[in-house]
């Protein structure tokens, strides 16, 4: 199993759509949980964190995080082509182990909104 | 800085040669990391820094690949004997500490020919 899974897409959504990203991880001592957007040819860029339930809204996107079904997501509002990009889902565990210490990301949802 | 610095942008190597990447992280981050991302696949960990803790080196390769912080400031990786396979872009990052989200910078692009 993945400790980090996204939704594999590629999801398509017509401009001015809700575009949703989802991601679940395996490791209940998780405690950080991060959206970075990557366009083609270019790093990721954070654009959003999330450390508590519930959700946490940054103008046009929305975080949500249920830790107890080990689910965060991400929602766009009025989607843009401007927001075509991959998604990367990051997880951060203070529980200690292997993963400590470092992100472990998702593989990514690939988003295209068309005019 | 005002952000991750890394450099060269661009290198191209012959197979064999050893190659030298840089990072300089944001002032005042004392967690600075390496991932590799080969085209059109996700981000693959390879090593982190933590102030003067020592680093966390289970992502390497190989022993080809190593990697030095001068205490909370410019990181280099260095890749010995390049092979065809290393061709990919070298990401660093830098976090205020861990459990932060990262900043990454503009990456390195390896081709090995």
């Known amino acids: 199993q993945k400790e980090v899974e996204q939704n594999s897409g590629p999801l398509s959504v017509p401009e001015g759509a809700i575009a949703s990203l989802n991601c679940t991880y395996s490791?209940?001592?998780?405690?950080?949980f991060f959206w970075y957007r990557q366009y083609s040819g270019k790093s990721p860029e954070l654009i959003m964190s999330i450390y508590s339930n519930g959700d946490k809204e940054d103008g046009r996107f929305t975080a949500q995080l249920n830790k107890a079904s080990q689910y965060v997501s991400l929602l766009i509002r009025d989607s843009q082509p401007s927001d075509s990009a991959t998604y990367l889902c990051a997880v951060h565990s203070n529980a200690g182990g292997t993963s400590y210490g470092k992100l472990t990301f998702g593989q990514g949802t690939i988003l295209t909104v068309h005019p | 800085g005002a952000g991750v610095s890394q450099s060269p942008s661009n290198k191209v190597t012959e197979k064999g040669k050893d190659v030298e990447l840089r990072c300089d992280p944001i002032?005042?981050?004392?967690?600075l990391y390496w991932y590799r991302q080969r085209l059109g696949q996700g981000l693959e960990f390879l090593i982190y820094f933590q102030g003067n803790s020592a680093p966390d080196k289970s992502g390497l390769p190989s022993d080809r690949f190593s990697a030095e912080r001068t205490g909370e400031s410019v990181s280099t990786l260095t890749i010995q004997r390049t092979q065809q396979e290393d061709s990919a872009v070298y990401l660093c990052?830098?976090?205020?500490?861990?459990?932060?989200?990262?900043?990454f910078g503009s990456g390195t692009r390896l081709t090995v020919v």
């Open positions: 002032s005042g981050h004392t967690a």
């Open positions: 490791d209940r001592g998780s405690q950080s």
């Open positions: 990052a830098s976090s205020p500490n861990i459990g932060y989200g990262y900043t």
